[in-house]
């Protein structure tokens, strides 16, 4: 802030630590009756007051306090505004985290189960499934590295599958008994 006498900035600053002196426990007060946490409200207040002091040669004669309420209302504004944003970015958080326990618990008992069932599929249906849906390949690729055609690989994977779903069907029979 530049001062249009010498000395005269000091002079300002004591006019502005004076102020502070006589509200500023008053505005925090004031901000922790709008929920604002206490430390938070404390700087709060002591922002709203050096925004004063910039603003003091234009504010000086109007009315410095209301000012100072004005602007700690904007900041516990932004501070409330902020904190729904982050409540909301939580909350949509929580909606799409997966639930843990009985999912978890489920996907490792159907893998216990698939491999069990896999294990005990005839050698060329296993190796159908394995090549079609564990490594992705195309069924004109499997039957190439099969060494059969497109027919018998689509006829191996069918019934693999079929097989694969029973002990599946069988499991969950087992669990509900």
């Not at 189960?113 to 564990?134: D, G, S, W």
């Not at 019934?159 to 499991?171: C, I, M, N, P, T």
Request: with cysteine; charged share 30%.
């Amino acid at each position: 802030m530049t001062a249009d006498l010498p000395g005269e900035e000091s002079y300002l600053d004591d006019e502005v630590v004076a102020l502070w002196c006589l509200h500023a426990h008053r505005l925090t007060a004031w901000l922790v009756s709008q929920q604002i946490p206490e430390d938070l409200a404390a700087g709060m207040t002591n922002d709203a007051f050096l925004v004063l002091r910039r603003e003091w040669n234009r504010i000086r004669d109007g009315a410095p306090i209301a000012y100072t309420y004005k602007v700690a209302s904007r900041l516990a504004l932004r501070h409330w505004e902020k904190r729904g944003r982050d409540i909301a970015l939580q909350h949509r958080l929580r909606l799409e985290r997966p639930h843990i326990g009985a999912d978890v618990f489920e996907a490792y008992r159907n893998r216990v189960v698939l491999r069990t069932a896999l294990a005990e599929l005839p050698r060329r249906q296993k190796e159908a499934v394995t090549l079609r849906y564990l490594q992705e390949l195309t069924v004109e690729e499997t039957a190439e590295l099969m060494g059969i055609t497109t027919g018998t690989v689509k006829t191996n994977t069918r019934d693999g599958l079929r097989a694969l779903r029973a002990a599946l069907e069988k499991a969950d029979a087992d669990e509900k008994e």
